[in-house]
């Protein structure tokens, strides 16, 4: 992953959580940067690069997304327990684990937003192409992805977090800022499965180093326990999680154009299937080579928009099927892939 430059803000979950959102259009995220924010990356995409936008390459988000009340879309890193799901807030109640595999969409359709479920929208055959490949069992739907964190270690998010159906009237400037915020909650990804193995590790611990983590803890003082859990949430621990192998093994683009516009030159052409990871664009969260490495997929759109033969449309799933396959879970122990990595 691409280094945060020098002198640039490192800016931890507390940082802009707090910050104040101002005022935005009925129906604009939260959580995606607003489209007036987004006029100032056009605007300074060939010339040098503001502090500002440089800090907002180097955030990372300490909660998943979760869409605003009435909305139920939210972003599915790990199981949510029923009481969370209902309250619509982030669920810390579970442990998040590295992926089998993560899936990024566009943006939810107006149907997801709704329902809380990706591509529920009836006329989208996302999960019949799940069940083609033999990803997903023969009967599952939309309504059981709450189950495939635990189950089968699948993971959804989404480029962006505001809800629509037409993914073209999201223009070049939208699409630099869903990027930065992408990256920013895939790091925040890598921060939370991080802090959930170092937990396993102190209770795993001996007798001697609990009771010395114990009164290591009763001794400092609350601001000092604040910066370590804001310490957890950095740029540079997302890149020390991602080196250790904490990234999914796999991540899928399902359609094109939301991988295309992660590169600072929109990708003419870019092929589906399994992607070279030298040509992985610029800032990617995620460990490129190596153990513990994750590869980059590309499929289809399942969108009933998508004018494409069925053999065309289902080939890339059949061999993301095959590939998955071959990837056990729950993943192969993290301290093992350290181990690999000299980490």
């Excluded at 059949?318 to 690999?340: F, I």
Aim: proline share 8%; hydrophobic share 35%; net charge neutral.
């Amino acid at each position: 992953a691409r280094p945060c430059p020098p002198g640039a803000a490192m800016l931890s979950f507390e940082s802009f959580r707090f910050a104040s959102p101002g005022k935005r259009p009925p129906g604009e995220s939260p959580v995606t940067p607003s489209r007036k924010r987004a006029a100032l990356v056009v605007a300074t995409a060939s010339a040098p690069k503001s502090e500002d936008l440089v800090a907002m390459e180097c955030q990372c988000r300490r909660d998943p997304f979760v869409a605003p009340e009435p909305a139920l879309w939210r972003e599915r890193y790990a199981p949510v327990c029923g009481s969370c799901e209902a309250n619509r807030v982030a669920c810390a109640h579970t442990r998040e684990r590295p992926l089998k595999l993560l899936v990024c969409g566009h943006n939810p359709s107006d149907h997801s937003w709704s329902s809380g479920y990706s591509y529920s929208n009836p006329s989208n055959n996302f999960w019949k192409l799940l069940v083609r490949g033999s990803i997903i069992p023969n009967d599952w739907t939309s309504e059981q992805c709450p189950l495939l964190q635990e189950s089968l270690g699948i993971g959804f998010t989404d480029a962006g977090t505001e809800p629509g159906n037409d993914a073209s009237k999201y223009g070049r400037a939208v699409m630099l800022e869903w990027r930065s915020d992408l990256y920013a909650r895939m790091r925040g990804h890598l921060c939370r499965v991080a802090v959930a193995e170092n937990r396993e590790d102190d209770a795993t611990g001996d007798a001697d180093d609990e009771s010395r983590r114990i009164s290591s803890t009763k001794s400092s003082s609350t601001g000092t326990s604040h910066k370590s859990r804001a310490a957890s949430f950095t740029y540079e621990a997302a890149v020390l999680a991602a080196e250790k192998g904490y990234g999914p093994c796999v991540v899928a683009f399902a359609g094109k154009r939301q991988y295309a516009h992660l590169f600072d030159a929109v990708a003419k052409k870019t092929h589906f299937g399994l992607q070279d990871p030298s040509s992985l664009p610029q800032g990617w969260p995620f460990r490129k080579t190596g153990p513990g490495a994750t590869e980059v997929w590309v499929l289809p759109s399942s969108s009933g928009r998508a004018v494409m033969t069925k053999e065309a449309r289902e080939g890339p799933y059949l061999e993301l099927g095959e590939r998955l396959r071959e990837v056990p879970w729950p993943s192969e122990d993290v301290d093992k892939l350290c181990e690999k990595n000299n980490l």
